[in-house]
């Protein structure tokens, strides 16, 4: 079992930044990758970004691309979201999760993750 908790959402201006912090706790040995995922109301949730946890290598949605960055800490078992340029589009709440096991894709749908955070707002005002 893992257990995720989010933070660092919050009410910005477009144009600001936010750091979003995902906390790992519990089975972490078996972490494969770990992504972050977004859901606007009335919308599906929607892949934004992934990083393989040993490796480092990242994946990114095009629309956030260039604005957004994906990190981790692997002695902290910490992932991070630092978001840039923030547009009122990027509101939504933000989800992080961890993949156990190797699927062979891109991780960024998201059946290819087992376990899920809560979730933290983001609201970017315009």
């Known amino acids: 079992q893992v257990q995720l908790v989010e933070s660092g959402g919050g009410l910005v201006q477009a144009g600001g930044s936010l750091r979003l912090s995902c906390a790992a706790s519990g089975d972490t040995a078996s972490t494969y990758h770990m992504g972050w995922f977004r859901q606007a109301p009335g919308k599906e949730r929607e892949f934004v970004a992934a990083i393989y946890w040993i490796g480092g290598n990242t994946h990114y949605v095009d629309s956030v691309k260039g604005r957004f960055t994906i990190s981790r800490d692997n002695a902290k078992n910490t992932l991070y979201l630092e978001m840039n340029s923030l547009k009122p589009e990027d509101t939504a709440v933000y989800y992080c999760?961890?993949?156990?096991?190797?699927?062979?894709?891109?991780?960024?749908?998201?059946?290819?993750?087992?376990?899920w955070g809560q979730g933290t707002q983001v609201t970017v005002s315009s």
């Open positions: 999760a961890t993949a156990t096991y190797y699927t062979g894709g891109y991780y960024d749908d998201a059946s290819e993750y087992d376990y």
